[in-house]
């Protein structure tokens, strides 16, 4: 079975400094991975994926992650954290599956990130 | 800017009561996902539809859930009868089929929000 672990329940920051949220995972195989954001009373919104290629992934807002498969991990970055920054942050791993056929998306619990004016 | 809706927002209701949820996919998207999002267990899927029919349901109590799909614009949560425990946001998400299976971005709708009394 696939797991997500986020090790952090909450991560402080202040503006301006950079940032960085942990996430590893356990998956048979090669993973496709997912970063989200959730902010109060909303949905969850995507932020970047990691299908294939280069292990440094760019998405929204100027986060990025890293891809590294020796250590199973896909932590998000940001180099200069803004105070909307603050918000409920989400990684997910699904397994790669040959062919059709039903997939599970497993998200992680969460970390909390509060950015500090 | 299309969005996914749910409907209602807020649900108050008595134990043992049917609770009916709706979702309305981006037009185009031809998966749909339900998510159940607790404190306790974090982001759960619950069931998962392609071109409307049920691919994965296996996260559901199958005693009291039921997910349909009625037509490609509308999907449906029902928990008959509900229980206390069946309070959280339950999150409604869809995607278009663009790659390989797992490699789709998912789209949140804004979720609803279930008291069981």
């Given amino acids: 079975a696939q797991s997500v672990a986020q090790p952090e329940d909450q991560v402080n920051v202040a503006e301006g400094n950079p940032l960085t949220v942990k996430c590893t995972y356990s998956v048979s195989g090669n993973p496709y991975l997912f970063w989200y954001v959730q902010y109060p009373n909303r949905g969850l919104q995507f932020l970047l994926k990691y299908i294939t290629g280069d292990n440094l992934v760019k998405g929204s807002y100027g986060f990025e992650a890293e891809f590294n498969k020796s250590q199973t991990s896909f932590h998000l970055k940001k180099p200069s954290a803004l105070v909307s920054d603050s918000a409920l942050y989400f990684c997910a791993v699904s397994p790669r599956y040959s062919g059709a056929g039903s997939y599970q998306l497993t998200f992680g619990k969460g970390t909390k990130l509060s950015v500090i004016p | ?117």
């Fill in chain 2, 1 to 117: 800017d299309a969005r996914v809706t749910q409907t209602p927002r807020h649900k108050v209701t008595e134990m043992g009561q049917e609770v009916t949820m709706r979702c309305q996919p981006i037009l185009g998207h031809n998966t749909v996902f339900w998510y159940r999002q607790t404190m306790m267990q974090g982001l759960e899927l619950l069931a998962y539809f392609r071109n409307r029919a049920p691919l994965d349901d296996s996260g559901m109590p199958k005693d009291r859930f039921s997910a349909e799909m009625p037509d490609a614009t509308l999907a449906t949560l029902k928990i008959q009868p509900s229980e206390p425990r069946d309070s959280a946001v339950y999150f409604c998400a869809s995607g278009p089929k663009l790659g390989l299976a797992g490699t789709d971005t998912q789209y949140f709708g804004p979720g609803t929000r279930l008291t069981v009394l």
